[in-house]
């Protein structure tokens, strides 16, 4: 059964950083898309950003400049830089494998205080 926990969610100022990790229970992590979605109250779950099995990233124009993902394969880890933080960056941040099926982490709260 594949688990995804995310950490380092937290209460920080506007301008501060925070660095969310994901860490995957499960073999072939390596063969997997992985993303950060993020939830605000009341909201839909948006994508923040995603780096796929080869590299490759994205951004959402909302972060872009801001944020970093980057992932540790040998570790089974995801992870996001979150620098410049705003208070509109507030909400629950998700961690999402995807290949031909796709999982979920259970979240982790990060609030921006004004």
């Known amino acids: 059964q594949v688990q995804l926990v995310e950490s380092g969610g937290g209460l920080v100022p506007a301008g501060g950083s925070l660095r969310l990790s994901c860490v995957a229970s499960?073999?072939?992590?390596?063969?997997?898309?992985t993303r950060w979605y993020r939830q605000a109250p009341g909201k839909q779950r948006v994508l923040v950003a995603s780096i796929d099995r080869n590299g490759t990233v994205a951004y959402a124009d909302s972060v872009k400049g801001r944020f970093v993902i980057f992932r540790d394969n040998a570790k089974n880890s995801l992870y996001l830089q979150m620098n410049s933080l705003k208070p509109e960056d507030t909400g629950v941040y998700f961690c999402n494998l995807y290949r031909t099926i796709t999982f979920w982490g259970q979240g982790t709260q990060v609030t921006v205080s004004s």
């Open positions: 499960m073999f072939g992590f390596d063969l997997y898309g």
